[in-house]
């Protein structure tokens, strides 16, 4: 019986000693999710890309140093390296800092920037120690601008913050310009309080006009009223710009009616673009806005001549033909603004749109027309430098000409000079000289 009476307390101790000396194959579900949380982010927030099939499921994501040579070794096998950065960034939504890390020992670099704003929009702050290890590297402002300009299109308020601990200047005061931008891209009002709040400086100038852009796309009507009430300078007159062509892209006479609620000083530019826009469908009645403007503002006589002669770049004819109208500086900045409109018509087209022009205007409009074409067409803009009528300035047009064109074919401009039956002698020879000058190794003229 005692043989019975040991076995029996032999196999009690072993029954009880069994889980002790060999542990337990099945897994803690909750120690593992513990182990989990702490390797996890802190940030819950859903992944910010939604509608592509995953590749790799959240099950197969590397949450530790193992995971990740097994992942990295992953890549190896993907078929394109577009494949590889699919899934960096795929992984990037899940886990920035884990994406960083892979990135860096994948030699995938040019990934930092995308990952840190993904980590800045979802508001992983666990980014910020690898971000700190790269101070010392030329990238560094660039990558924090990433991270923050992401976090600022979530919250401003903690990209401000955060920017205060991780820079110095001047590349601080660049970020935080970096900064406003991308909130008063999406919240122009909230970005413009902030700033009224700040010391004046140079920076905060810059931004608070940056901002004003934004607060003019976004906000027009209250925008207009703030820019109404400005003193003039140089800021305001950008600002009135600004507003001006959002207004006028969407109603011409909303941009008319709202020019007639500010200062006649502050008119200028915007009387500009309006004329402008109002050529493009009925210049007729842009040259009767722009009368009207100069006879009930007193609108600036440099003003008005630059609109007049801007509606030549839409009606070339009918403002050619009605150049006598207007003073010989007006009359010049016409013809030029005619010319450009006029490059892609033919020569002879050109020639009988500017027929009826003085001699002394046809020398404006070939010169300018004859520039124009010398990269493009150098054949035409020497024939038409050759049209000029002053001997001078027929001389200095052919020779500009033929500079250029020499740039890529010496030997056709060599041909032109020679063929000319305009150019003296002496003429010929002090052109030919010039283009000698320019030989090099690379454009040889063969004889």
């Known amino acids: ?76 096998n993907d078929e394109t390296p577009y494949m590889s950065i699919f899934r960096i960034m795929q992984l990037a939504e899940q886990d920035p800092l884990e994406a960083l890390l892979v990135a860096e020992e994948t030699q995938h670099e040019d990934l930092y920037g995308l990952i840190l704003e993904i980590a800045g929009k979802m508001q992983f702050s666990n980014v910020i120690s690898w971000l700190e290890q790269q101070k010392s590297t030329e990238q560094y402002e660039s990558l924090l601008d990433g991270y923050l300009r992401g976090l600022a299109s979530v919250n401003p308020q903690q ?22 931008d991308s909130w008063a891209n999406t919240d122009a009002i909230a970005a413009f309080e902030w700033l009224k709040q700040q010391t004046e400086t140079q920076s905060t100038l810059k931004m608070y006009l940056n901002t004003m852009y934004y607060y003019i796309e976004q906000s027009p009507n209250e925008a207009a009223n703030l820019i ?15 507003m001006v062509y959002q207004l006028v892209e969407k109603n011409t006479q909303d941009a008319v009616d709202w020019l007639d609620t500010i200062a006649v000083e502050q008119r200028a530019s915007g009387i500009y673009i309006v004329s402008r826009k109002m050529a493009e ?24 001549n630059s609109a ?7 009606e070339p004819n009918m403002m ?40 002394d205007n046809k020398d404006i409009a070939f010169r ?3 520039a124009q074409l010398s990269q493009t067409d150098p054949q035409q803009a020497f024939n038409v430098a050759e049209r000029i009528n002053d001997t001078t300035i027929r001389l200095e047009s052919v020779a500009g000409t033929v500079n250029v064109w020499s740039g890529f074919d010496k030997r056709a401009a060599l041909t032109a000079i020679d063929n000319s039956t305009l150019l003296t002698a002496s003429q010929k020879a002090e052109i030919s000289s010039q283009i000698q000058l320019q030989l090099t190794s690379s454009n040889i003229i063969y004889p």
């Open 320 to 359: 050619l033909a009605r150049i006598d109208n207007y003073e010989a500086n007006v009359q010049r900045d016409i013809i030029i603004n005619a010319s450009y409109a006029l490059a892609e018509h033919s020569e002879v087209d050109f020639l009988q749109v500017i027929n009826s022009l003085s001699d």
């Open 1 to 76: 019986m005692k043989w019975l009476i040991v076995v029996a307390i032999s196999w009690c101790i072993g029954f009880i000693s069994f889980p002790l000396i060999w542990p337990n194959d099945t897994p803690n579900t909750t120690e593992h999710r513990g182990l989990l949380s702490k390797t996890q982010p802190t940030n819950t927030s859903k992944s910010v890309s939604t509608g592509q099939s995953n590749i790799t499921s959240e099950n197969n994501l590397p949450h530790n140093t193992h995971d990740r040579e097994a992942f990295k070794a992953s890549l190896s």
């Open 159 to 180: 990209a401000l913050s955060d920017v205060e601990l991780l820079a110095v200047e001047p590349m601080k005061s660049s970020i935080i310009m970096s900064i406003v």
């Open 281 to 304: 469908t009925d210049p007729e009645a842009a040259l009767v806005f722009l009368n009207n403007q100069k006879q009930a503002y007193d609108l600036n006589q440099d003003y008005f």
């Open 368 to 370: 300018q027309r004859s």
């Open 228 to 242: 109404s009430s400005l003193p003039l300078n140089e800021s305001t007159n950008y600002l009135i710009t600004s």
């Open 308 to 314: 007049v002669a801007e509606i030549a770049s839409v």
